[in-house]
């Protein structure tokens, strides 16, 4: 932590503030200059947040803490890529994975006939949604139980690991059951109950930033599931809410590229929930791959007009193979090979 003292203070004002520092089991070492004091206090700050409430002193301008609060899953805690065991698929570590499916499960013939077409243009994993989280309470909610089992038979068809939403702590076992990867959405990407339960689940956990969420604030909710015992965590951008009404988010590229820097976790995009319309979808897949992402999250449905949940950014299965045949010698060109190969 730094502390930098407004001009004038006194030498029993910065005692005061030394003597604080201390309390908080730190060491103060004053650097004093022309027109400011500044105490930096050393030790660690992972332990000891409570010092930033020195700003309440009068004498203090500013509290800056010079370590990241996140640990366990920044660079300094691990240099190398994490890569991580998905029903026998390594993700991360150089590898490029696609998990695509429809936004919900709807049907058997929806469900199985989707998971097929994503498989044979190269998805290696199969996502749908059962339990729905919606903006309006009269939208479609999921099929629920249903909904899970026929994720149930798209495995069983096809042989993709599933990944799917979970909502609440108390849902984690049920849908733990099921899928080989807990997703967790954006709107409870900071519901710590619901972080702590699925890790406990002992899952590979897929966390998505928050709607308006900070990287910060993304890498500490994984923070959470990894200091539960669980390092088996995907990070996904998946676009933020600002002004800009273009598209339904704004994909934040820039966010990919510092959680690659900062992190050892596999960084994926999902393209469908940024842009909120099918004919962005591709060139934002494009995006992510150049920029460095380990792998995308695709919305696919047989018949996106008639898909009971955001069917505008849903692709079809032929559009879904164009996006593969685009992205694949962009992902041959950043180093990376498919999953699938």
Not at 115 to 128: N, P, Q
Not at 234 to 243: K, S, Y
Request: hydrophobic content about 40%; aromatic content about 4%; glycine content about 8%.
């Amino acid at each position: 932590m730094i502390i930098v003292l407004r001009p004038g203070t006194s030498e029993q004002g910065i005692q005061q503030v030394a003597d604080a520092v201390k309390k908080f089991n730190y060491e103060p070492r004053l650097i004093r200059g022309v027109e400011r004091t500044v105490i930096a206090c050393i030790g660690d700050e992972r332990s000891h947040h409570t010092i930033e409430s020195l700003s309440v002193f009068p004498q203090v301008e500013s509290v800056t803490p010079i370590q990241k609060k996140y640990k366990v899953v920044s660079r300094e805690y691990q240099a190398h890529d994490s890569v991580l065991d998905v029903a026998g698929r390594k993700i991360g570590g150089g590898t490029f994975h696609v998990v695509a499916g429809p936004c919900s499960v709807e049907s058997a013939s929806q469900t199985i006939e989707t998971a097929k077409a994503v498989k044979s243009y190269g998805a290696t994993l199969f996502r749908g949604g059962a339990f729905k989280p919606r903006t309006s309470p009269y939208d479609f909610q999921g099929l629920g139980r249903e909904g899970l089992d026929l994720l149930r038979q798209a495995r069983a068809a096809t042989g993709l690991p599933i990944v799917t939403e979970v909502l609440s702590p108390q849902d984690v076992e049920m849908v733990a059951a099921c899928a080989d990867v807990l997703q967790i959405g954006a709107r409870n990407a900071q519901n710590v109950p619901l972080l702590a339960a699925a890790a406990d689940s002992g899952k590979t956990i897929l966390l998505k930033r928050g709607v308006s969420g900070l990287v910060d604030e993304w890498l500490l909710a994984a923070e959470y599931i990894c200091l539960h015992g669980n390092t088996k965590v995907i990070l996904c951008e998946r676009g933020i809410r600002t002004f800009e009404h273009a598209c339904r988010n704004t994909l934040d590229l820039s966010a990919v590229a510092v959680a690659k820097q900062e992190t050892h976790l596999p960084v994926f995009v999902d393209p469908s929930h940024a842009a909120g319309r099918a004919d962005m979808v591709i060139p934002l897949a494009r995006a992510a791959v150049a920029v460095g992402a380990d792998g995308l999250l695709v919305e696919v449905h047989p018949d996106p007009a008639t898909a009971l949940s955001d069917g505008g950014q849903q692709l079809t299965p032929k559009q879904f193979g164009q996006l593969m045949a685009e992205i694949r010698p962009l992902v041959e060109v950043m180093g990376k090979k498919f999953g699938s190969d």
